[in-house]
């Protein structure tokens, strides 16, 4: 069956310091990966998408993300943490299935993370 | 935390015809949120619906298009009005329950 782990429900980092938001995903067919970000009260914000192009995907405010299909991982990086990236953020897949552009969307159960000043 | 749901899960319809999709929560939520993901496409905010007051829609959408009611703090419903091939999409909710964001499983829609 499909699925979306992400393995931290709360990272903890210092401004400045790396930051790693790790997600596992199992799916049948060719995904589309999708990591969001959300605010407090806020809607999702998407940071970066992977469609079956280039394996190392950059998104906004300095994140990206690399798909390793052997590892069926698609880990969230950033060199370098802001206070302002203090979010809760959430790995999404979209599994169309065998010839279907549409399919269900899998999500995460979130990582909230936590930057130190 | 909160378990969304919502139904229905998949349907397909004619074109200008409209489609309800509701969200049903297990507990009580001031904050709902409506998306939509085409083909190929992310996730994209068509409103927010705050029980007891109007849905705040995002630019490109419409009211006229995509109502919106919340009758009470458990409970949402988005319609889709006349539809195009272009609605065809992933429908979906989510709620703010203890300051964590939880998901409907969505709805797939195919207009044809």
């Known amino acids: 069956a499909q699925s979306v782990t992400q393995l931290d429900s709360h990272v903890s980092v210092s401004e400045g310091t790396p930051v790693l938001l790790r997600c596992n995903y199992s799916?049948?067919?060719?995904?589309?990966l999708f990591w969001y970000v959300q605010h407090p009260n806020k809607g999702l914000q998407l940071l970066l998408k992977y469609t079956s192009a280039a394996t190392l995907v950059k998104g906004i405010n300095g994140f990206e993300a690399e798909f390793k299909k052997s590892e069926t991982s698609f880990h969230l990086t950033k060199p370098s943490a802001h206070m302002s990236d203090a979010a809760e953020y959430f790995c999404?897949?979209?599994?169309?299935?065998?010839?279907?552009?549409?399919?269900?969307?899998?999500f995460g159960r979130g990582t909230q993370l936590t930057v130190w000043p | 935390s909160a378990v969304i749901s919502q139904k229905p899960s998949r349907d397909i319809c004619q074109r200008g015809t409209s489609l309800t999709i509701q969200c049903q929560v297990d507990?009580?939520?001031?904050?709902m949120f409506w998306y939509r993901q085409q083909p190929g496409q992310s996730l994209t905010l068509i409103a927010t619906?705050?029980?007891?007051?109007?849905?705040?829609?995002e630019s490109g959408f419409v009211i006229d298009k995509f109502p919106i009611s919340r009758p009470n703090l458990t409970f949402s419903t988005l319609t889709v009005s006349n539809m195009s091939p272009e609605d065809s999409s992933i429908y979906l909710c989510?709620?703010?329950?203890?300051?964590?964001?939880?998901f409907g499983s969505g709805t797939q829609l195919s207009v044809l």
């Open positions: 619906a705050n029980q007891g007051s109007e849905a705040t829609y």
């Open positions: 507990s009580q939520v001031t904050m």
């Open positions: 999404v897949v979209s599994d169309p299935g065998r010839g279907s552009t549409l399919g269900r969307l899998y």
């Open positions: 989510s709620v703010v329950a203890s300051e964590k964001l939880f």
């Open positions: 799916s049948s067919y060719s995904p589309s």
